[in-house]
């Protein structure tokens, strides 16, 4: 598809599993932002990528919270030992260079339910 | 489907001047929640203020407030004595229950000294 594809867009789980959410940006996209909303918060900035450089890690909540992106371009944030507090919409963005002022594209969303 | 819909990619204001950013969204929902968010260079993603759709009264927060127009689908966000901190990308949300997300593409928003 020509948007930003996350994957599943729904998931329940167990307190104390993991849990793996999916980000397929948009091709040629250099850029790629997750985000959190929690109920009646507004998006909490996770992490970002650009290109082949450092992740910017800086917005991950605990150590239990990690991304990867293999080859530049899909996404997985994965969340060790859930916890309900965990329970929120995941976004994931994309965008061509990363330049704050770009237009980033979302996705939209995997929304997360930890019991 | 939901759609939100920025036209204006770019604005540029005065310091201590008025400017309106436009939203314009799509939807056969009739409970829904919109909301303008700002995007500062630390890339946080902030809320800047929240619209429950049964609400008839316009949404104001300090120095921002919206134009919100049900029936034409309209959410406009008017920023009063724009503030050289106001310089961020904007972005118009829209929300159905079950907090399913739709955003547009942004608006730049540059505060001139």
Do not use: C, M
């Given at each position: 598809g020509a948007g930003v594809s996350q994957s599943p867009s729904n998931k329940v789980t167990e307190k104390g599993k993991d849990v793996e959410l999916r980000c397929d940006p948009i091709s040629g996209h250099t850029?790629?932002?997750?985000y959190r909303q929690s109920l009646g918060q507004g998006l909490e900035f996770l992490i970002y990528f650009q290109g082949n450089s450092a992740p910017d890690k800086s917005g991950l909540p605990s150590d239990r919270f990690s991304a990867e992106r293999t080859g530049g371009s899909v996404s997985t944030l994965t969340i060790q030992r859930?916890?309900?507090?965990?329970?929120?919409?995941y976004l994931c963005a994309s965008s061509p260079i990363g330049r704050i002022q770009e237009t980033q594209y979302f996705g939209p969303g995997t929304r997360l339910l930890v019991l | 489907a939901q759609t939100v819909t920025q036209s204006q990619p770019e604005m540029s204001v005065q310091e201590a001047e008025t400017v309106t950013l436009s939203c314009t969204y799509?939807?056969?929902?009739?409970?829904?929640?919109?909301f303008w968010y700002k995007q500062p260079p630390s890339r946080q993603m902030i809320l800047v203020i929240r619209q429950e759709a049964y609400k008839q009264q316009n949404a104001t927060e300090n120095r921002f407030s919206v134009n919100f127009q049900k029936a034409a689908k309209s959410f406009s966000l008017k920023i009063s004595d724009s503030q050289l901190g106001d310089t961020a990308m904007y972005f118009c949300a829209f929300m159905m229950s079950g907090n399913q997300f739709y955003f547009g593409t942004g608006t730049s928003l540059t505060v001139i000294p």
């Open positions: 850029a790629l932002y997750w859930t916890q309900q507090e965990d329970s929120a919409v | 799509d939807t056969s929902e009739n409970n829904y929640y919109l």
